[in-house]
């Protein structure tokens, strides 16, 4: 298998790898190799979406949702990854989590994860480019429509970042 030399930012932290195998999949490197077991690990093979973490392909560019169960390590290579070890700030949760708590969005917590970075990406699209109230609904949609929760929070994950999106100052107009 190739090596690469690798360097990561992953939540804000540096990561560097003299030689890693580049075919290494990103779950797999958080779990094992960095200890960031926040990250999920279901289907394997880009379904269900459990797995989804935040990248930055450039410093101040758009936060893009990726599966990392089939992401290969060369392909987050000088990359900015976000976990969602990586949302709260000073001890503060991000108002996602806050907004799951409140509305009893999920329950075993399994597919959490992934609806947080994923709806954490679509705030930072709506903020670069909101969406009139009444497209709110489509936009969730879009961002976590193609998650799987087994344990069926759909209408409570959906009611938790509407009410983020609602909330917050700039996201629509
Ligand atoms: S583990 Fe199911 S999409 Fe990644
Ligand atoms: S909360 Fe259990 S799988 Fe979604």
């Not at 409570?156 to 009410?163: D, F, L, T, V």
């Amino acid at each position: 298998m190739a090596k690469i030399e690798l360097d990561v930012t992953i939540n804000d932290e540096k990561f560097h790898r003299d030689a890693i195998d580049e075919d290494l999949k990103l779950v797999d490197f958080l779990r094992d190799e960095v200890g960031l077991t926040g990250t999920k690990f279901c289907c394997g093979i880009a379904v269900c979406r459990v797995c989804t973490v935040a990248i930055r392909r450039v410093p101040g560019g758009h936060e893009e949702a990726i599966r990392s169960c089939t992401t290969p390590l060369s392909d987050v290579n000088g990359k900015i990854v976000t976990t969602v070890e990586g949302l709260d700030k000073d001890g503060e949760l991000h108002p996602l989590q806050k907004s799951f708590l409140e509305n009893f969005a999920f329950q075993c917590g399994y597919s959490a994860p992934g609806f947080l970075m994923a709806s954490y990406c679509l705030l930072d699209r709506l903020r670069r480019s909101p969406v009139p109230k009444a497209d709110v609904d489509d936009a969730i949609q879009d961002a976590v429509g193609q998650h799987v929760c087994r344990c069926t929070g759909y209408v409570r994950y959906h009611r938790a970042i509407r009410q983020v999106i609602l909330a917050t100052p700039g996201l629509t107009v």
